[in-house]
């Protein structure tokens, strides 16, 4: 059986699959046999007529001399009309679950259609249906309620109404509306109705907890009468359920209560936590288990819960019809668990709130930190200590790279300004050489002259500038910058030295032969090798000690 239809209060319709029937009591007659009766509507124009949707189309049922007959079938549509609905421009809208909705426009005496037409844009939706509400023609689907605007003439979703659907427990788009002007919806976990305030046109959504487990109806099928006042009949597969609006209170207060805490780690079994104690578990791997309800509620009023841990994520979690959490292997730390009831669309008055706290593990105890810090500490000293070592090292190889640098520049120079110095010397000496040579050479030639008187003076002259000593210290004076502290030692070491002797010593300190000392005193060879002899005994000096070597070694 599909449907009901109570025409004029007098009579009662019934649509079958096998056809349409009228029941007199306990008895059913047969209007027709055409297959599937879907459901019936009354034609605006006409006290005798009813429309009937069926499997392939829509007919026209006629009452004439108290008798129920099939009076014909509209032509130009045969689609299944199981929901359909009459506008008051008597145009006839028929929903098919898998084509979308139809506008017919039918000719006056409901024979054919004239025009048929398909909303594009509406969306076709799964287990949607086609109802009426007041003047509306309300299109109803998992997304929600859409109401035909007759200005644009198109379906748009009405907010307000769509609060009827919830697509998270969707079963079934059908609506019913009772004579008392409520709005019905079914969905797996409850059944909602919705009042209009006629004043303020604002909507109202009550939901009533009756599972579609309870109802056990197949979707698309749902039914539900007015009795009487408060008083409601609901069709189930197994009766019927009545339904006392007055005796459920829709805004009744309740509390979410903490039932037990347990901690389980891979040693033992799951240990119950006492709730009246300070909540501090060991660190280490564990699940902690946390149990949580409503304690008093209608069986049938589903009861959601949705919890967060802060301090390990601050998003609530979804909806659940489950009073349980299970956290596993959290890190160590502060944290608080937090739990809130949903009954229907009401929130619990209290959010449970549990706070507990994990251990460090021995490894970041107070008293390894500590330790990690001296040897941190530790490490950072003799890092520094290392560096310092190689940073000094460093910096003392390029002072000493530096200094020698300097010492290797100062050396040059030395040697250069020694070399200059002995250049200077040697030209001296080389002077004096030159200078005495060639005065001894006019000094001879002028002995070899016979006019003896006419020469004797300017032998003098010569004789005199042999002796000359300003080229001595000249001479000296070059030698003393070569050879600085030479004399001043020989003094030291030998204070009975003459003049003469000092000279001796420095030509050979010079390194010079007797040959090339003799023209430098204006003396012979022999001479100079007779003051050698002597000042080897006036320095004292052994008979197998080299005069020469000493004087070079000091």
């Known amino acids: 059986m599909y449907d009901l239809c109570v025409y004029n209060n007098e009579d009662l319709i019934c649509g079958h699959h096998l056809g349409t029937f009228l029941i007199k009591e306990d008895k059913a007659f047969q209007i027709n046999n055409i297959l599937g009766a879907w459901t019936f509507r009354k034609l605006p124009k006409s006290n005798e007529l009813l429309l009937q949707g069926n499997y392939s189309g829509l007919y026209v049922l006629e009452k004439k001399n108290g008798n129920w007959k099939l009076r014909n079938k509209i032509e130009g549509f045969s689609s299944s009309a199981r929901y359909f609905e009459i506008d008051n421009d008597n145009n006839v809208w028929v929903s098919h679950e898998y084509k979308g909705v139809f506008k017919l426009h039918l000719n006056e005496d409901y024979t054919k259609v004239i025009s048929v037409s398909l909303d594009p844009d509406l969306p076709i939706g799964e287990n949607s249906s086609l109802s009426k509400y007041k003047t509306n023609i309300l299109y109803t ?36 509306v009772d004579d008392e002007q409520r709005i019905w919806s079914f969905s797996k976990d409850k059944i909602n109705y919705a009042t209009v305030n006629n004043i303020t046109n604002s909507i109202k959504i009550n939901q009533i907890q009756i599972p579609v487990y309870l109802r056990g109806v197949i979707s698309g099928y749902e039914n539900i009468t007015h009795l009487d006042k408060n008083i409601y009949l609901l069709g189930t597969a197994n009766g019927y359920l009545t339904i006392d609006l007055s005796k459920i209170n829709f805004d009744k207060d309740f509390d979410i209560k903490l039932n037990a805490v347990s901690l389980k780690n891979l040693k033992a079994d799951a240990v119950n936590f006492n709730l009246n104690e300070t909540a501090i578990f060991d660190n280490g791997p564990n699940t902690i288990t946390i149990d949580f309800s409503v304690p008093h509620y209608d069986k049938y009023q589903g009861i959601k819960y949705q919890y967060k841990l802060e301090g390990h994520s601050n998003e609530w979690t979804d909806w659940t019809d489950k009073g349980e959490a299970r956290f596993e292997n959290l890190s160590f730390g502060e944290y608080t668990f937090k739990a809130r009831a949903k009954m229907e669309n009401k929130i619990s008055n209290n959010v449970l709130t549990f706070k507990f706290k994990i251990k460090r593990p021995w490894y970041l105890s107070n008293p390894m930190l500590l330790a990690y810090f001296i040897l941190i500490m530790l490490i950072f000293y003799i890092v520094h200590r290392i560096n310092k070592y190689y940073y000094n090292k460093e910096l003392k190889n390029k002072q000493l790279e530096s200094e020698k640098l300097i010492m290797h520049i100062k050396n040059e120079q030395l040697n250069q300004d020694i070399e200059n110095k002995n250049r200077e010397l040697t030209l001296s000496k080389m002077s004096i050489i030159k200078k005495n040579e060639l005065l001894n050479n006019i000094k001879k030639e002028l002995k070899n002259e016979d006019e003896e008187k006419n020469v004797g003076s300017v032998i003098k002259l ?93």
């Open 141 to 176: 689907f998992k997304e929600g309620v859409f109401k035909y605007d007759t200005i644009q003439r198109k379906f748009e979703r009405d907010s307000s109404l769509s609060k009827l659907i919830d697509k998270n427990d969707y079963l079934s788009g059908k609506l019913v």
């Open 462 to 554: 010569i004789d005199k500038n042999l002796n000359n000593t300003k080229d001595w210290e000249v001479f000296v004076k070059a030698f003393n910058n070569t050879d600085k502290g030479f004399l001043d030692k020989m003094k030291t070491l030998h204070p009975d030295l003459t003049p003469n002797d000092l000279r001796i010593c420095v030509y050979l300190r010079m390194n010079l032969t007797s040959k090339e000392i003799a023209p430098l005193l204006n003396i012979s060879v022999k001479s100079v090798e007779t003051k050698r002899y002597r000042l080897r005994k006036r320095m004292n000096l052994p008979h197998e000690e080299s005069l020469v070597n000493y004087i070079l070694s000091l």
